[in-house]
T-cell receptor, first 114, second 107 residues
């Protein structure tokens, strides 16, 4: 498999559940990103990992917990979410975390919180 | 005022028409990205520009750094070009997205 993959593609969870989103990139990149896209709002950058180290956290609530065990894998652990967290969650990767890098996106996980 | 403004917000055109989508930004940037988001949510990175012009197939992207403006052009548009086109700029370590332009090409 090539490119950036995300699983699951769709997820419905209750507010008390704990779930995880997974992202895997097969591009040999060193930087990975989590984005959130809510309905009718621009994409929001949540987290950036560069060489497995978190380099950016854009004031994301602690109910979202990222994990980057290696440069190819990125997880987003979810717990006690709110209905307003329902959104499309997109993962991306780039060669490094520099500002001039092209980012390659996964297909996204559409999350619904009941 | 948003730091990245796209126009138009929505655009419907006939197949074959020449399409222009505009992006203006108010911050200094190191690069500007054009992204395409299909109805299912998947995003494709089309271009990354820091100056001048780039062409890929029927798509052309230009940027004027002095005027803080970029345009995305589609020649000989086709219904499969129907998508949301998003402009994003990267000043320093942030990335700022426009709200997108929803393009619908009619057969």
């Amino acid at each position: 498999e090539t490119g950036v993959t995300q699983t699951p593609r769709h997820l419905v969870m209750g507010m008390t559940n704990k779930k995880s989103l997974k992202c895997e990139q097969h591009l040999g990149h060193n930087a990975m990103y989590w984005y959130k896209q809510s309905a009718k709002k621009p994409l929001e950058l949540m987290f950036v990992y560069n060489f497995k180290e978190q380099t950016e956290n854009n004031s994301v609530p602690s109910r979202f917990s990222p994990e980057c065990p290696n440069s190819s894998h990125l997880f987003l652990h979810l717990h006690t979410l709110q209905p307003e967290d329902s959104a499309l969650y997109l993962c991306a990767s780039s060669q490094d975390g520099g500002g001039t890098d092209t980012q390659y996106f996964g297909p996204g996980t559409r999350l619904t919180v009941l | 005022k948003n730091e990245v403004e796209q126009s138009p917000q929505n655009l419907t055109a006939q197949e074959g028409e020449f399409i222009t989508i505009n992006c203006s930004y108010s911050v200094g940037i190191s690069a500007l990205h054009w992204l395409q988001q299909h109805p299912g949510g998947g995003i494709v990175s089309l271009f990354m520009l820091s100056s001048g012009k780039k062409k890929h197939g029927r798509l052309i992207a230009t940027i004027n750094i002095q005027e803080k403006h970029s345009s995305l052009h589609i020649t000989a548009s086709h219904p499969r070009d129907s998508a949301v086109y998003i402009c994003a700029v990267r000043p320093d370590d942030k990335i700022i997205f426009g709200k997108g332009t929803r393009l619908h090409i009619l057969p």
